[in-house]
């Protein structure tokens, strides 16, 4: 029997979110010809894990795509915030208009360097391609090591998998976490008659209006989403660091405010032991430091734009509770928001650092060819956001670009 010779692109795009086809565009513009590889349908992450409720956090205008008429902004753009639903029709529409050549359901299973590019092998067959961008997105979920010492039969999920409180047996919820997700999902449980703990470790506070606008305008005009990765003064912390306490809406959402609907705030989860949750006594520095860099944050608004604001009030920290049984009732499930991170297990080359991350420089990696992108504060702050897609694709096409135009040029092999 004959081997099938893998069909040729110069460029196979794995992953057809936002990111994706934001290159797709790019390249379509230059003329180089691709092929976008996604696993289920156009928007799959927006359509399987996010919850019902889920809005963005990011205001209409942060939702820029290149190809697309910009918004003209007014001040109505700081107060929409898509559902995950349309989210998922956005990108949808998007990739129809910019007649995106993507071929769904094909997982990418391995992508391998040969003598002329890469052989890229998929759930239908495999494609050759002398260029592979990746941009598949952070689609797996983080839990601790920990998780492992749940009592059995405790129920628990990730961010990643929860839908709504109806998913959980009646009663006490922990949520381990108080990033965006964890905060939005506590809130969500507590206002559903559940009585919820959340675990708080280090975490990015934010007021969701300051001076009238919506934060993340101001976060614009001082030009924090513009700072390059290459000058960020520590960017693997910053690529680390965990989002806003934000929702989507007018209303702030934080620690404060999650106590007075009720919910009991705890310091990090530091382990459990025979049935019993402990939690750390760092609650009040973990607040402190909240508290310090949100006066940062709002300080540098102030200098840039002139003037001052009236700032939140401090972090109320409760009485320490350093414990919580999981067995007498008091929790009765378990909600990990820790954390998600990329899955770029399908990729055989060297490019993986000690903690299994992908090593690049601005979305470049080492071996020639491969790029990639999607992932927080890749170019710029802004990266970690949809918004960022824009300027992270022009960029890394015109690096493609370059490289395509120079007769001399590496292969990946
Ligand atoms: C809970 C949550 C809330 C968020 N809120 C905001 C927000 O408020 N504002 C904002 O701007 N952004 C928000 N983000 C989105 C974030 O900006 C994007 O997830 C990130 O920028 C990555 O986008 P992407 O297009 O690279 O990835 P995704 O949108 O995740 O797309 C990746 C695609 O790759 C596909 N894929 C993965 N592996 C394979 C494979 N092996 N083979 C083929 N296809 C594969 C997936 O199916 C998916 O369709 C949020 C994300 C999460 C998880």
Same mark, same amino acid.
Request: aromatic share 4%.
């Given at each position: 029997m004959t081997k099938r010779v893998p069909p040729r692109t110069t460029v196979v795009v794995v992953g057809a979110g936002h990111s994706g086809l934001a290159v797709s565009q790019r390249l379509g513009a230059e003329g180089i010809d691709h092929v976008m590889l996604e696993?289920?349908? =156009?928007a799959h992450s927006w359509r399987t894990? @996010? %919850? &019902?409720s889920l809005r963005l956090l990011?205001?209409? %205008?942060?939702n820029r795509l290149p190809g697309l008429p910009e918004p003209v902004l007014g001040p109505a753009d700081d107060d929409e915030f898509l559902t995950a639903a349309q989210v998922a029709s956005l990108v949808t529409g998007y990739a129809d208009t910019i007649s995106a050549p993507v071929h769904e359901?094909?997982? =990418?299973?391995r992508v391998s360097p040969t003598d002329d590019g890469y052989l890229v092998e998929t759930s239908t067959g495999p494609w050759s391609a002398e260029n592979v961008v990746l941009a598949?997105?952070?689609v797996r979920g983080v839990t601790p090591?920990?998780? /492992? &010492?749940?009592?059995?039969?405790?129920p628990s999920v990730h961010a990643i998998d929860y839908r709504r409180p109806s998913q959980l047996p009646p009663g006490g919820v922990l949520v381990v976490g108080a990033a965006a997700s964890g905060v939005q999902i506590a809130a969500e449980l507590q206002a559903s008659g559940r009585q919820v703990t959340l675990a708080v470790g280090e975490h990015v506070r934010a007021p969701r209006r300051y001076r009238g606008r919506d934060i993340f305008a101001w976060i614009d005009a001082a030009g924090v989403l513009d700072e390059r990765w290459d000058e960020v003064e520590d960017v693997v912390r910053a690529r680390r660091l965990s989002s806003f306490q934000l929702v989507g809406g007018t209303e702030t959402l934080d620690l404060n405010t999650l106590q007075e609907a009720g919910v009991r705030v705890v310091g990090k989860l530091a382990g459990l032991r025979e049935g019993t949750a402990l939690f750390s006594g760092s609650l009040t520095n973990m607040a402190a430091l909240a508290d310090l860099k949100l006066n940062r944050l709002l300080n540098t608004i102030d200098e840039t734009v002139g003037g001052t604001g009236e700032r939140p009030e401090p972090t109320r920290v409760p009485a320490p509770v350093l414990s919580a049984s999981?067995?007498?009732?008091?929790?009765?499930s378990v909600v990990w928001a820790t954390g998600i991170k990329p899955d770029h297990s399908f990729l055989d080359a060297d490019v993986f650092d000690h903690k299994g991350a992908i090593r690049h420089d601005g979305g470049v990696t080492?071996? /020639?060819?491969l790029y990639v992108t999607?992932?927080?504060?890749?170019?710029? @702050? @802004?990266?970690?956001?949809?918004?960022?897609a824009r300027a992270d694709s022009a960029d890394l096409v015109s690096h493609l670009t370059r490289r395509l135009a120079d007769p001399t040029r590496r292969t990946a092999g």
């Amino acid at each position: 029997m004959t081997k099938r010779v893998p069909p040729r692109t110069t460029v196979v795009v794995v992953g057809a979110g936002h990111s994706g086809l934001a290159v797709s565009q790019r390249l379509g513009a230059e003329g180089i010809d691709h092929v976008m590889l996604e696993r289920g349908e =156009v928007a799959h992450s927006w359509r399987t894990q @996010r %919850w &019902d409720s889920l809005r963005l956090l990011t205001p209409g %205008w942060m939702n820029r795509l290149p190809g697309l008429p910009e918004p003209v902004l007014g001040p109505a753009d700081d107060d929409e915030f898509l559902t995950a639903a349309q989210v998922a029709s956005l990108v949808t529409g998007y990739a129809d208009t910019i007649s995106a050549p993507v071929h769904e359901n094909v997982g =990418v299973e391995r992508v391998s360097p040969t003598d002329d590019g890469y052989l890229v092998e998929t759930s239908t067959g495999p494609w050759s391609a002398e260029n592979v961008v990746l941009a598949t997105g952070s689609v797996r979920g983080v839990t601790p090591a920990l998780a /492992a &010492d749940l009592p059995p039969g405790l129920p628990s999920v990730h961010a990643i998998d929860y839908r709504r409180p109806s998913q959980l047996p009646p009663g006490g919820v922990l949520v381990v976490g108080a990033a965006a997700s964890g905060v939005q999902i506590a809130a969500e449980l507590q206002a559903s008659g559940r009585q919820v703990t959340l675990a708080v470790g280090e975490h990015v506070r934010a007021p969701r209006r300051y001076r009238g606008r919506d934060i993340f305008a101001w976060i614009d005009a001082a030009g924090v989403l513009d700072e390059r990765w290459d000058e960020v003064e520590d960017v693997v912390r910053a690529r680390r660091l965990s989002s806003f306490q934000l929702v989507g809406g007018t209303e702030t959402l934080d620690l404060n405010t999650l106590q007075e609907a009720g919910v009991r705030v705890v310091g990090k989860l530091a382990g459990l032991r025979e049935g019993t949750a402990l939690f750390s006594g760092s609650l009040t520095n973990m607040a402190a430091l909240a508290d310090l860099k949100l006066n940062r944050l709002l300080n540098t608004i102030d200098e840039t734009v002139g003037g001052t604001g009236e700032r939140p009030e401090p972090t109320r920290v409760p009485a320490p509770v350093l414990s919580a049984s999981l067995t007498s009732g008091e929790i009765r499930s378990v909600v990990w928001a820790t954390g998600i991170k990329p899955d770029h297990s399908f990729l055989d080359a060297d490019v993986f650092d000690h903690k299994g991350a992908i090593r690049h420089d601005g979305g470049v990696t080492g071996p /020639a060819g491969l790029y990639v992108t999607g992932l927080p504060v890749l170019r710029r @702050r @802004r990266s970690t956001y949809i918004d960022g897609a824009r300027a992270d694709s022009a960029d890394l096409v015109s690096h493609l670009t370059r490289r395509l135009a120079d007769p001399t040029r590496r292969t990946a092999g």
